[in-house]
């Protein structure tokens, strides 16, 4: 699942993200950012082949809340959550094949844990 404005879809996000088994994966960008823009397609065809789990396009200008207090200094930043953990979090080089190996690294090493947002479901909850 693709969600491209997280602000207009809140009640079937935390619905998808009630799964256990449904990771959060993340994009946080910016509108006027170039690199995530060439970024966004690529993105999304991703989320195509893992359709069990929920694509976010988070545009930190438009939605802060859903950073926590935590700030974004380049871009493409992307958070993945399993069960509300974070379990990765920074700023990642724009090619999917590095985000795809990720997600496949996390698939192996489940107890893998990193600093990030909160539960992602409780900044949309709290947002709504």
Sequence with gaps: MFIQDPRLHIPE???ALDNPDTWLVACYCAAWCDTCGDYHGAFQAL?????QHVFL?????DNPELLDDLDVENFP???IQTRGQARFFGTMLPYISHLERMLQAIAQEPGTRAEGPADLREL???SA
């Design 57 to 61: 396009w988070i545009d930190v200008e």
């Design 47 to 51: 989320s195509e082949r893992y359709p």
């Design 77 to 79: 930043t992307l958070l």
């Design 124 to 126: 949309l909850a709290a």
């Design 13 to 15: 996000l935390l619905h």
